[in-house]
């Protein structure tokens, strides 16, 4: 596991998170267990608690959710979907009561399965729209896939607007079944049952969504009219509908009922038809839970108390190397095949080198592995006193072991830097159309991989040579379509050099680092040596060595693709107002987006950022303000709305 001792391990943390989570959340395809990520996770919550002033804003625990796939269209939810606080002992079971006096309450506690999140829509007594989670937000529209489901009625007796939300799952039986068909059909054979589930719900085709046996769980509702004073009343009305329910439901009414009741459940891991992770504990009484309200997060009157990950040994035969998209360099274990928790698990991730080297691991070790219902399991030990001669040590590669490519080795990490691999290509351009980069709308993850699969690309120069006719052919391409995204490419020249550099995806070189590159250096950034960018402001050895060695490596791409795009180097004067060299928090709902208020801020010599501080001087604040706004006024900074910004920079 990464060790987080500066800002640059805390950098590579946050991309590893966002990568772990985008393929949980998005792809339904797990790199990392629960486990690993929860680790992670906690690390990069300490680090920023301990340097508030330097949380990225890409930082996972900024987010909710996943992203949307480009599969569906969106739709929105009617009141906000969240995620829940994750808490592992009897010890944070207590500190969490203790924050805002909790034992006052009384606790619904309740299962919680390991699924996809689902809301459904009711009006009249009759289901008009199924959205998935989402980003908490906007979610993906899979109606006609819902209803297909057997579990959800298509109608219920209840005339008021309701969303009830719950839990797509498959049953363990029902997944081992699907899992032998495809083994007789010569089909790849399904990860977990989460993945099944979740795969399932988002088909294209409803038929095969109406064949996997899928199951919804309700867990509790967003709007409705409801004039229920408890939680588990609305439960109770909600099972009177007709939903199903698992028969553990129970009342506690203080620490140790809470405690026991994990007790139980956990002892029934094994007997519940359902996969299930952990249990939810909510506060039962909604005047209660409303006021104790929200983080940025999570809701503040519910946890889930996670179970301990399932542990078994086996034996590592060998170790494989993976290249992320990024171009990180992965030691992946192979494994003696062992079942966990119904699934059958061949392969481990060894995370990074300093990893094996903590471990002391070798090939042909017997080792210890857990896995938290996810497909990827960790290695946490080593039998060392087990060997008998036969171990190998575990060599660092040197070479790509997709393109060839001699890889940047960083000591924790090893990358491969070569634009043009094909195992880190997609990514590449997917980074580069984003809107933090080359902002080329409608050339998202799925039209990426649909244009790479039909080899229409293989880099990003290849975006600017595709034609209408290319396009118009595709599945899902209509002449409007074709249109738009053809304007989006030809719009995304003449752009910022900033973003251009940023696009380019250079380990270690982000948004902010590639403003201080094309500030500094123009048009002239790609004739820069170490010594030239090791000067700049917050660029170490790691830095200046990772870029000269990008540019290095991809110079002849880069200078072709300049010669597409032809990327300016604005310098843009400061305007003085009130506000320059202030620094600024911006959160809460706004007129406009984040991006264009730190924009305007920035352009004002102001600076932003993710986290309140004493070193703060503002925060902006709009709709619906949660965890910032608190702290700024516990810390007596001053809050103001977009109106005093306004005048604020009109008195200049």
Request: glycine share 6%.
């Amino acid at each position: 596991m990464v060790k987080i001792s500066g800002q640059n391990d805390y950098e590579k943390s946050i991309e590893i998170l966002n990568k772990w989570a985008k393929a949980y959340y998005t792809d339904d395809k797990p790199l990392a267990s629960d486990e690993e990520y929860d680790e992670l996770y906690h690390k990069v919550l300490e680090y920023e608690k301990q340097n508030p002033s330097k949380v990225s804003i890409f930082s996972p625990t900024n987010k909710i959710g996943g992203e949307i796939s480009d599969k569906f269209s969106k739709a929105s939810h009617i009141k906000q979907m969240w995620s829940m606080e994750d808490i592992f002992s009897k010890d944070e079971l207590i500190a969490w009561l203790k924050r805002g006096d909790k034992c006052r309450f009384s606790f619904v506690v309740e299962p919680k399965f390991d699924g996809a999140s689902l809301n459904l829509l009711y009006e009249n007594g009759i289901l008009v729209k199924a959205i998935t989670r989402g980003d908490g937000l906007v979610g993906e529209d899979v109606t006609q896939n819902a209803k297909v489901i057997k579990s959800i009625p298509l109608s219920i007796d209840y005339k008021g607007k309701i969303e009830i939300r719950g839990e797509v799952v498959i049953k363990k039986s029902d997944f081992d079944a699907l899992n032998e068909q495809r083994a007789k059909n010569s089909e790849q054979l399904l990860s977990n049952p989460r993945n099944a589930a979740a795969g399932s719900l988002r088909q294209l085709d409803s038929k095969i969504t109406a064949s996997r046996r899928l199951l919804f769980v309700p867990w509790g509702v967003g709007e409705h009219e409801l004039g229920f004073k408890k939680h588990s009343d609305i439960m109770d009305f909600i099972k009177k509908l007709g939903f199903y329910f698992d028969d553990f439901f129970k009342i506690a009414y203080n620490v140790d009922e809470i405690y026991k009741c994990y007790e139980e459940l956990l002892s029934l891991r094994d007997e519940k038809p359902i996969l299930m992770d952990g249990m939810v504990v909510r506060v039962d009484e909604l005047d209660g839970s409303n006021d104790l309200g929200y983080t940025v997060k999570f809701p503040k009157f519910m946890v889930a108390f996670k179970f301990p990950a399932i542990q078994k040994t086996t034996k590592l035969i060998d170790v494989s190397f993976q290249v992320g998209r990024s171009g990180v360099v992965t030691p992946v274990g192979v494994l003696e095949e062992v079942v966990i928790d119904g699934a059958r698990v061949k392969s481990a991730t060894l995370h990074n080198f300093d990893e094996i080297q903590r471990l002391g691991i070798m090939k042909n070790d017997y080792v210890s592995i857990i896995r938290s219902g996810d497909v990827i399991p960790k290695i946490t030990g080593v039998y060392k006193d087990r060997r008998d001669g036969s171990e190998l040590a575990i060599e660092r590669p040197k070479y790509c072991p997709k393109c060839g490519s001699h890889l940047l080795d960083e000591g924790v990490f090893v990358k491969c830097q070569n634009l043009e691999c094909k195992a880190r290509v997609i990514n590449s351009i997917i980074y580069y159309a984003s809107k933090k980069c080359l902002n080329i709308d409608g050339l998202g993850d799925a039209i990426v991989n649909l244009l790479f699969e039909k080899n229409l690309i293989k880099n990003i120069t290849d975006i600017y040579h595709l034609k209408y006719e290319d396009l118009i052919c595709l599945e899902g391409f209509k002449d409007k379509k074709v249109k738009n995204l053809l304007n989006a490419i030809e719009n995304s020249k003449n752009c910022d050099l900033s973003r251009f550099i940023n696009g380019l995806g250079c380990e270690h070189i982000g948004e902010v680092a590639a403003k201080k590159i094309a500030f500094a250096f123009g048009d002239n950034w790609l004739n820069v040596s170490y010594e030239d960018v090791f000067l700049l402001d917050g660029f170490g050895d790691e830095m200046s060595k990772s870029f000269i060695e990008f540019i290095e490596i991809n110079k002849e791409t880069i200078i072709n693709l300049i010669n597409i795009v032809n990327p300016k180097a604005v310098i843009s004067e400061v305007k003085q107002s009130l506000i320059t060299d202030k620094t600024f928090v911006i959160t809460g709902t706004l007129s406009k987006s984040r991006d264009e208020i730190k924009d305007m801020l920035e352009s004002f010599g102001a600076k932003v950022l993710s986290s309140v501080s004493k070193k703060t001087d503002f925060v902006l604040a709009g709709a619906d303000a949660g965890s910032k706004l608190e702290k700024a006024l516990s810390l007596g900074i001053k809050v103001i709305s977009e109106d005093e910004l306004e005048r604020m920079i009109n008195e200049s």
